[in-house]
């Protein structure tokens, strides 16, 4: 099992462009986040999805857009990037119902100059 | 919504020695309490957990501390070794009998753990 996986692990974008970025899980998880981690403030959740087809909004989703076509694939979204944009992102997932114990992926550092 | 604190921002500890991490909640519907190690560079990893039926749980060298009334929880590593030093997370949630909660996690602001030998 791979687990958790993230790609692209580095990405530096110009100001206004626009990329995805990739969560895939191989666990069958029913559950994945998305989370921004900064300096000082920890983990912050952006977006998340209970299922294939679903998507929520977390505590700052301003910015992002997500998509969950595949159970097993959680994909983020920025239409257009800003430096307040630059972290390093993580994904998540979890089985859900009454078992919450989230696996986490490499993470993914975005720089927006 | 779910607020966290999490104290000291830095800990600095010897060889042998104990280390204490604490942490605060707001909400009082959360019930679920997780610990996460995040070593350089690399995603956080679930050390343990403590659900609110239980006041503590131990895990070999490590073990978590639940005050329900006071909303705080600790986790608390004994004979700590360099190979401990990490940044970690507290986080919190409620989760209810119907699942509308979905597991979101609020995380404190992490500790960086360094262990010196």
């Known amino acids: 099992n791979a687990g958790v996986t993230q790609t692209p692990k580095f990405r530096v974008l110009k100001t206004g462009q626009s990329m995805t970025l990739l969560c895939a899980q191989d666990m069958n998880h029913e559950y994945m986040y998305w989370y921004r981690q900064d300096p000082g403030m920890g983990l912050r959740l952006i977006h998340y999805s209970v299922g294939e087809g679903t998507t929520a909004k977390g505590e700052v989703p301003d910015g992002y857009n997500v998509s969950r076509l595949k159970k097993q694939n959680f994909l983020l979204g920025l239409e257009s990037a800003a430096p307040s944009q630059t972290s390093v992102y993580f994904c998540a997932s979890t089985f859900g119902g009454h078992r919450y114990e989230q696996y986490f992926g490499p993470g993914t550092r975005l720089t927006v100059t | 919504g779910e607020n966290v604190e999490q104290h000291p921002s830095t800990l600095s500890v010897q060889e042998g020695d104990s280390a204490v991490i604490k942490c605060t909640y707001s909400?009082?519907?959360?019930?679920?309490f997780p610990w996460y190690k995040q070593e350089l560079g690399k995603g956080p990893q679930l050390i343990i957990d403590i659900r609110s039926n239980v006041g503590e749980k131990k895990d070999q060298r490590i073990a978590v501390t639940l005050n329900k009334t006071a909303k705080h929880f600790s986790l608390h590593i004994t004979e700590t070794q360099p190979e401990d030093s990490a940044v970690y997370f507290c986080?919190?949630?409620?989760?209810?009998?119907?699942?509308?909660?979905?597991?979101?996690?609020?995380f404190g602001q992490g500790t960086i753990l360094t262990v010196h030998p």
């Open positions: 986080a919190a949630t409620p989760i209810n009998a119907g699942g509308t909660s979905y597991g979101k996690l609020t």
């Open positions: 909400d009082s519907a959360s019930n679920y």
